[in-house]
């Protein structure tokens, strides 16, 4: 587990380009919907260049940093995971297929076994 501690925006500045980038976001959507006579690629235009708008604010906060760090980050760590090949893939997808058929077996036969001795042996029924 990480010890690191959870950090939250507690400057001036960035709560406000916070707030502007969701009020920018906001406006889009509204936009949208009140150019519903016009054709719908004004429409999305509007709408995605608010996105692009409050994506852009949002970046320049101090916290857009910070997420884009982390994005950089995570793309790092993805490069470096080894990928199974085709092969190895193909063969522990049969494995467990193969276990999952086993254990399903074992089941019914430890299903049918208790039914039984409770049905048959304890009950009396047929």
Request: aromatic share 12%.
């Amino acid at each position: 587990m990480s010890n690191t501690n959870v950090e939250t925006v507690n400057r001036g500045p960035d709560r406000v380009k916070l707030g502007l980038a969701i009020v920018v976001l906001a406006a889009g959507i509204v936009g949208y919907s009140l150019l519903e006579t016009q054709p719908g690629i004004v429409r999305v235009g509007v709408f995605l260049a608010s996105v692009i708008a409050a994506a852009f604010i949002a970046w320049t906060s101090e916290t857009g940093k910070r997420a884009v760090g982390y994005l950089k980050d995570s793309y790092y760590e993805v490069k470096r995971v080894h990928w199974p090949s085709r092969k190895e893939t193909t063969q522990m997808t049969a494995i467990v297929f193969a276990f999952v058929a086993v254990m399903a077996v074992l089941l019914w036969v430890i299903d049918r076994g208790l039914e039984w001795v409770i049905y048959g042996l304890l009950l009396g029924w047929k």
